[in-house]
């Protein structure tokens, strides 16, 4: 009867062990970073009434397609038809940088969103094979990408390891 007992004793201390291990997973999964597939979207320019930051990159987070069409136009000069984001499904985060003389080239290094932050990840380099074309001077450097739609609190650019900008999301006023 005695060894009864005791495998029952033995038995609540694995379920309880087993409760707390399911609990403390759950909430390191709740503080876990998700990545986030994301694609580029070619074939747009800055639009001329954009406010962008001077001397520093500019961030920019659309989920709508009417206030993403105010700050990026379909590119003039591009003779393809520019990628169309689906604003159902995904949202838009744009980063520009202030136009310098030495090109940059611009590349996404990783997305992820992490309690309800997106941080969008990019390197900025020089790129050599621009530095003697006049026209890579005429345009804006940029990235756009469609990411799917998330529901985030704030967005922080990271550029080369350092974080240059964080935006908080605006509260929609009730109209």
Same mark, same amino acid.
């Given at each position: ?6 495998? /029952? ?12 291990? =399911? ?7 709740? =503080?876990?970073? !998700? ?13 001329? @009434?954009? %406010?962008?930051?001077? /001397?520093?990159? %500019?961030?920019?987070?659309? @989920? ?25 499904? @995904?949202? !838009? !985060? &744009? !980063? ?47 990235? =756009? ?13 990271? @550029?080369? &390891? ?14």
């Amino acid at each position: 009867m005695s060894s009864f007992s005791l495998s /029952g004793k033995r038995f609540r201390i694995s379920r309880s062990l087993v409760i707390i291990s =399911l609990f403390l997973s759950l909430s390191l999964f709740a =503080l876990a970073q !998700v990545n986030l597939k994301y694609r580029l979207l070619n074939g747009y320019s800055l639009s001329t @009434e954009a %406010t962008v930051n001077k /001397g520093k990159p %500019t961030l920019f987070v659309f @989920e709508q397609a009417e206030t993403f069409e105010q700050v990026f136009k379909a590119a003039p000069t591009s003779t393809k038809r520019p990628d169309q984001p689906n604003f159902s499904k @995904e949202m !838009v !985060v &744009g !980063v520009t940088i202030t136009a310098t003389n030495k090109p940059p080239r611009l590349s996404v290094s990783r997305v992820f969103v992490q309690d309800s932050t997106l941080t969008v990840r990019y390197i900025r380099q020089v790129d050599s094979s621009m530095i003697n074309n006049p026209q890579a001077f005429m345009s804006q450097p940029m990235l =756009l990408i469609a990411i799917p739609k998330q529901t985030v609190l704030r967005t922080k650019l990271v @550029e080369n &390891g350092r974080v240059v900008q964080t935006l908080k999301k605006k509260e929609e006023k009730d109209q």
